[in-house]
């Protein structure tokens, strides 16, 4: 099973998108893991996950996350900002599938 894990300030804003994400990912009938940590817990959390997300309000730590997680061999990108604020959680799924297919 493929784990997305989602990176905002406290974990707080993207719970709502992980649920959104959660019954998106059910409705396609895909088995994935989705989960919200706050970036404090970036770095013992992204191991242990396929791919990191980060909500626009913490994308200014893109390439220090990036540069730490390659060590794991994991890929972060930030989420766009549009697609965060309307919870658009489709595009923001099909942004993370395309990041664990590559």
């Given at each position: 099973?493929?784990?997305?894990?989602?990176c905002?300030?406290?974990?707080?804003s993207?719970?709502l998108?992980v649920?959104?994400?959660i019954?998106?990912?059910?409705d396609r009938g895909?088995e994935?893991?989705?989960v919200?940590?706050?970036m404090?817990?970036f770095e013992?959390?992204v191991?242990?996950?396929?791919?990191?997300?980060?909500?626009?309000q913490?994308?200014y730590?893109?390439?220090?996350?990036?540069?730490?997680?390659?060590?794991?061999?994991?890929?972060?990108?930030?989420?766009?900002?549009?697609a965060?604020?309307?919870?658009?959680?489709?595009?923001?799924?099909?942004?993370?599938?395309?990041?664990?297919?590559s």
């Amino acid at each position: 099973m493929k784990k997305i894990l989602l990176c905002c300030s406290a974990g707080m804003s993207t719970s709502l998108l992980v649920k959104k994400m959660i019954k998106e990912a059910d409705d396609r009938g895909l088995e994935l893991e989705i989960v919200a940590y706050p970036m404090a817990e970036f770095e013992t959390e992204v191991a242990s996950c396929d791919v990191c997300l980060l909500g626009p309000q913490v994308r200014y730590k893109l390439n220090e996350f990036k540069k730490y997680a390659a060590e794991h061999n994991v890929e972060v990108a930030a989420i766009d900002p549009m697609a965060y604020g309307t919870m658009n959680a489709s595009k923001i799924l099909d942004s993370a599938l395309k990041m664990v297919a590559s």
